[in-house]
């Protein structure tokens, strides 16, 4: 909180007091800096009300109107010392260009890509006459992450070395913050286990996660927008149905070499039925959906989508199809997803396979706790796009994981 390097990040377990400490380092700033720009982002814009305005008003609520205002249209927290707070969401990082800041925090910074928004933001450190400083917090992901390059091993993806003066990391565990109650500490603990997930979101700790399903994916290699005007000879979309776990839709647009471009992704915890119907006029009506989910298909196919039940629900041909469009043919993948599908991105960055106490890794489910649901939703539009599945042999399948 105190830290005066450039870029400090507070790397912890969830609930570890991290978007407490960066609004009381962002409060900090703007009281002793008159005059300052700063601007906190989260990778979302409903985030921004449920995560920092609702930490900001538990933390100062009781300044209001004489320490600080918060001036909702502009999503700005202003000061009488004329110092302004910019609540803005990481994934809109072209609108965060042409800021001139003196300070900015980025709050969950591991969630989805935002490193482009971190550069974004870096660049925008020019007020003139203030201590330039831009910090971010978040729990660990992975030691692919760009947060994990730039702090714990202060290098640029290319190799480039970044001054560790510069790069401070300060890393705590859940159970480090005091205000948490122990029935509290106990159910997250419980509900963890013993698992790498456990070291990653309680102990903030960044894990090499071993059994990674696709290791060869690489934002910055899969994640891209088509080329604008590009022509696509098929379109099929791809649903599972998640019930309390999320549901998903995906887009998936064939071009002409065969290549698959995922253009969109609809994700959502505990959706139901209506809400899928209704987010589904937005996708192509050929869905290929989850072949357990047969009540679900026959109210979509009732309701006039084109829903057909996926050729397999095989878990080995599902990782295999997407590992096999992931790999690198003369220095290009197979499939590209858009950056405006996080969640998709997000699980196949993630997805890991079971392992057995002290045992081998499992290969026919994954960690428990893993969310899936996007990566089905692509395999299933997948098992229609790759000859394998329509009636000709079936791919090799070849499960790899790292390490
Ligand atoms: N210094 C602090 N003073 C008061 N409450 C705190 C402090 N640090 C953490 N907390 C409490 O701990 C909980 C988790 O903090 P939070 O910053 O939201 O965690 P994280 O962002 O790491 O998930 C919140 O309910 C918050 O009120
Ligand atoms: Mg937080």
Redesign the pocket.
């Known amino acids: 909180m105190f830290s005066a390097a450039r870029h400090p990040a507070m790397i ?11 609004c ?1 380092k962002a409060f900090l700033y703007a009281h002793e800096h008159p005059g300052a720009l700063i601007c906190l982002t989260v990778n979302t814009y409903p985030a921004i009300r449920d ?1 920092i305005v609702k ?1 900001w008003y ?2 100062f609520g009781a300044g209001l109107g004489k320490m600080w205002d918060y001036k909702v249209a502009d999503a700005t927290i202003t000061f009488p010392n004329g110092s302004n707070i910019l609540l803005r969401a990481s994934e809109d990082p072209d609108k965060l260009r042409g800021l001139t800041l003196a300070a900015f925090g980025m ?2 910074a591991a969630i989805s890509n935002q490193h482009e928004a971190f550069q974004v933001l870096q660049a925008t450190l020019s007020q003139v006459g203030y201590p330039h400083q831009g910090w971010v ?1 978040t ?1 660990p992901k992975g030691i692919r992450s760009w947060i994990y390059q730039r702090w714990v091993k202060n290098q640029l993806k290319d190799g480039a070395e970044l001054d560790p003066e510069e790069y401070v990391l300060m890393q705590a565990h ?1 159970r480090d ?1 005091t ?2 109650t122990a029935e509290y500490m106990a159910s997250l603990e419980a509900s963890y286990g013993d698992t790498k997930w456990a070291q990653q979101e309680l102990e903030g700790e960044f894990v090499a996660f071993e059994g990674q399903a696709f290791p060869e994916f690489d934002e910055n290699v899969h994640v891209k927008s088509p080329p604008v005007g590009m022509k696509f000879k098929r379109e099929v979309a791809g649903f599972d149905w998640g019930n309390v776990r999320p549901s998903a839709i995906i887009e998936c647009q064939q071009d002409q070499t065969g290549r698959v471009w995922v253009t969109r992704e609809w994700y959502k915890r505990r959706a139901d039925l209506g809400e899928i119907l209704n987010a589904m006029g937005d996708f192509p009506n050929r869905v290929y959906c989850d072949p357990t989910a047969k009540e679900e298909r026959e109210f979509l196919q009732r309701s006039g989508v084109g829903a057909r039940k996926a050729r397999s629900n095989d878990f080995a041909l599902r990782v295999s199809l997407v590992g096999r469009r992931l790999a690198l043919v003369a220095g290009e993948p197979g499939l590209y997803i858009s950056p405006d599908c996080p969640n998709l991105i997000e699980e196949i960055g993630s997805l890991t396979y079971a392992k057995q106490r002290g045992q081998d890794i499992l290969n026919d489910k994954w960690e428990p706790g893993s969310d899936d649901h996007a990566f089905d939703a692509l395999a299933y539009a997948l098992m229609e796009l790759d000859a394998g599945a329509r009636g000709r042999p079936l791919p090799t399948i070849k499960l790899q994981w790292g390490h």
């Open positions: 912890s377990g969830r609930r570890g007091g991290k978007t407490v400490a960066s009381v995560i930490t538990s933390l709050d969950e917090t729990t859940t913050n205000y948490l």
